[in-house]
């Protein structure tokens, strides 16, 4: 009897182990019902101690009926199809003045290229502390940005152009 006993509880183990697999996954495929729940009646108000004040600037559970009625988790849900404003047309190159900044002095500090959006850059003249967002064909200080790449960007005034890299050594 003793070499039977440790066959039978691996046998057994190899059963539960068996049975716990096919309940898995018959549960992983039984449908989840999803559908949102009905409004109805209204919702009981709820209890505040005598002491404390309601607050007037929350809304009240009975004017979000919108957000009971369209659940985020939804098989029906989809997402936003907004179209984006026309691209503005480029305006002309100003040209070139003796009061232009360098396109040494103006460094490239970031950009901003994602789906559904404009493409834009980060720029910032020498003697400033804050940058200025610009987009194709905006200007800064006498310069128009021409074009945005991939940590590049390139910058039109008049006949010249000139191309200023992300995060560029400056030159003293």
């Known amino acids: 009897m003793g070499p039977i006993r440790p ?6 183990l190899l059963a539960l ?9 018959k549960l992983a495929y039984l449908p989840v019902d999803t559908s ?10 709820l209890a505040v101690a005598p002491d404390h004040e309601a607050v ?3 809304p009240q559970l009975a004017d979000l009926r919108e957000t ?10 989809r997402p936003r199809t907004e179209q984006l404003p026309p691209e503005p047309a480029a305006t002309p190159a100003p040209e070139p003045t003796p ?3 360098k396109p040494s002095q103006i460094s490239l500090v970031g950009l901003i290229k994602a789906p559904g959006i404009r493409p834009r850059a980060l720029l910032r003249s020498e003697g400033r502390s804050l940058g200025t967002w610009v987009g194709v064909g905006e200007a ?11 940590g590049i960007v390139t910058l039109q005034n008049g006949s010249g152009m000139e191309k200023i890299r992300l995060h560029a050594a400056r030159q003293p």
């Open 99 to 101: 009061e232009s900044v």
């Open 17 to 25: 182990l068996g049975a716990s697999a096919f309940a898995n996954y």
């Open 7 to 12: 066959q039978l509880v691996t046998f057994g």
């Open 36 to 45: 949102p729940t009905p409004v109805t009646g209204e919702a009981a108000p």
């Open 56 to 58: 007037s600037d929350k």
């Open 68 to 77: 009971t009625a369209r659940p985020l988790f939804h098989a029906s849900r």
């Open 140 to 150: 800064i200080d006498g310069w128009t940005l021409a074009d945005i790449g991939d």
